[in-house]
């Protein structure tokens, strides 16, 4: 019973462990795609904000690791990323 649940959390540090946001997610952005698109390859955006047509969307932090993708009207216009 012990090592199972030394398996299980052991499992779970790993999973933790693995994100979306790195450099070979990235490049399969295109231009075109819609915000459901890229969230498919990314995962959920930790901000998103709306100015004149476009909403700007943020993955990771906006000090480190992250992308920006600029959607107007729901297809991406415009990608960066940083610490990637």
Known sequence: MK?????????ALLLAGC??????????????????EVEAVIGAADNCSKSLG????LW???NGKNVKVVFMAD????????GL
């Open 3 to 11: 090592n199972r649940i030394i398996t299980l959390a052991l499992g």
């Open 19 to 36: 994100s979306k946001l790195n450099k070979e997610n990235y490049d399969k952005l295109e231009t075109g795609m819609s915000q459901a």
């Open 54 to 57: 476009t909403v700007s969307c």
């Open 60 to 62: 990771g932090d906006e």
């Open 75 to 82: 297809k991406a216009i415009g990608f960066s990323y940083d």
